[in-house]
């Protein structure tokens, strides 16, 4: 496992503009970036595989938000674009460093979108 401090988020208006910051104590395999809403299940946002540089979307997200990172320094950024309030959560960086999956959760970090 690795630890994981997440920056950013905060509130915003509709059509606004957020990005999001996590940087991992160690390697990873991939990170990536989970949201969840007050009693709905933690769902997929966005991931990048430091191998081969992919990265992935949810359907709800793709072509507004965009992930990017930096294997080296152990990082990975979320710019999120034209933000609706159904985006409204709290975001979770996560990190894999085994194959069976992300391993490693940062503490949370709220993203409000006002109408």
């Known amino acids: 496992q690795v630890q994981l401090i997440e920056s950013g988020g905060g509130l915003v208006q509709a059509g606004g503009s957020l990005s999001l910051f996590c940087a991992a104590s160690?390697?990873?395999?991939?990170m990536g970036w989970f949201r969840q809403v007050l009693g709905k299940e933690r769902e997929f946002v966005a991931a990048?595989?430091?191998?081969?540089?992919?990265?992935y979307y949810s359907d709800s997200v793709k072509g507004r938000f965009t992930i990017s990172g930096d294997n080296a320094k152990n990082a990975v950024y979320l710019q999120m674009n034209s933000l609706k309030p159904e985006d409204t959560a709290v975001y979770y960086c996560a990190a894999s460093t085994s194959s069976s999956g992300y391993n490693s959760w940062g503490q949370g970090t709220q993203v409000t979108v006002s109408s």
């Open positions: 160690g390697r990873s395999f991939t």
């Open positions: 990048v595989r430091w191998s081969g540089g992919h990265s």
